[in-house]
């Protein structure tokens, strides 16, 4: 590998000339820049990223921690992240955890001994669990993303689930629907408290009384999805309207709708969450609740850089607020 001695030779010039010339620390007359550019360009020199990132004390690399799941949500932010990392000149470091606590902590771990500049955390299974790793590392910017562990002096950025849910709901009622059910998260989980407290606001402001027998609380994932609409179908009697609160259990109750010859949403009508890519290419297109994910990562990288560059040193917590997206997925009311 060639090296700036090797430059420097090619060129005629010294070694200090070459540096200033590729780091671009000294005004160098274009014909000596020239020079030692065509000499790298012949020698196929490349930077070491190493001694660039100890003598400047950044790598330009970021860490991002998120738990392994078939939620394609997740990969939709991932996607906003890395892009984003990429048009500011940062490389990112994915890590999965596969929703094990002691495989997060040590990723954190292998992140900051590398010298990440700083950190993403979006780990559902370590929701509202404090991490005591930062203490060793007070230096380091942390952005939790909408799930995550409890870092007091990171900055948080996170749906309106509140919102969303509240939204969801009030669509199937201006639908006309009285009868209305809900499949939710695991309600330990804060984003899914939201969406049903949001449910449970809408029907108590429309005064309509909440049936408890049609409210399932679920996993989030298809099979979850699934087994809550089968358990309905198998009770005396039946909603005309579902609140199901994320789009991968929507999709496993409509499959399990379909196989009990419930048709959707002539017999039921369905609302989702997330609006993830797919919901609009299923059968019927779901009607769902979009969430901003490509801003999602995009404002967690902008808000990771704003604290190295030292232009916000307070934690903030940054909101993104989401959208019904109407599609074929609900009905009006007969």
């Known amino acids: 590998m060639a090296t700036m001695k090797d430059i420097a ?8 000339t070459v540096s200033h010339v590729i780091n671009k620390t000294r005004f160098v007359s274009e014909d000596i820049s020239a020079r030692v550019n065509a000499a790298a360009k012949e020698l196929n020199y490349a930077p070491s990223a190493l001694a660039r990132s100890l003598k400047m004390n950044r790598t330009k690399t970021i860490g991002m921690l998120v738990t392994t799941s078939t939620n394609p949500f997740f990969g ?3 996607k906003g992240v890395e892009r984003s990392c990429y048009h500011q000149g940062y490389s990112l470091i994915l890590c999965n955890t596969e929703g094990d606590t002691e495989r997060m902590r040590a990723s954190i771990d292998t992140l900051l001994q590398k010298r990440v500049d700083g950190l993403m955390l979006m780990c559902t299974t370590m929701e509202g ?13 942390v952005v939790v993303m909408d799930w995550g562990p409890t870092v007091n002096s990171s900055d948080k950025i996170l749906d ?4 969303g849910g509240y939204m969801a709901t009030k669509h199937l009622i201006d639908l006309g629907h009285t009868e209305v059910g809900c499949i939710t998260g695991p309600l330990h989980q804060h984003q899914a408290q939201n969406r049903f407290s949001a449910f449970k606001q809408a029907l108590a402001d429309h005064k309509i009384p909440l049936n408890d027998q049609w409210v399932i609380e679920s996993n989030f994932e298809c099979e979850g999805g699934f087994s809550a609409m089968t358990q309905l179908i198998e009770a005396k009697t039946m909603p005309s309207a579902l609140f199901i609160c994320n789009d991968m259990m929507a999709m496993g109750a409509i499959n ?6 419930i048709g959707v949403p002539n017999d039921l009508s369905i609302v989702g969450y997330d609006d993830i890519r797919i919901a609009q290419f299923m059968s019927p ?14 404002a967690a990288v902008e808000a990771l850089l704003a604290k190295l560059q030292g232009l916000n040193n307070t934690p903030q917590v940054i909101q993104l607020e989401p959208t019904l997206m109407a599609r074929k997925s609900t009905k009006a009311k007969r």
């Open 129 to 141: 669990e404090p991490l005591t790793e930062f203490e060793r590392y007070p230096d380091i910017p």
């Open 256 to 261: 399990a709708a379909t196989e009990h010859g």
């Open 160 to 163: 309106n689930s509140y919102q």
């Open 9 to 16: 030779k090619l060129a005629g010039v010294s070694t200090s």
């Open 285 to 298: 297109a779901l009607t769902t609740i979009h969430q901003p994910k490509y801003r999602l990562g995009k």
């Open 76 to 78: 939709e932010v991932v």
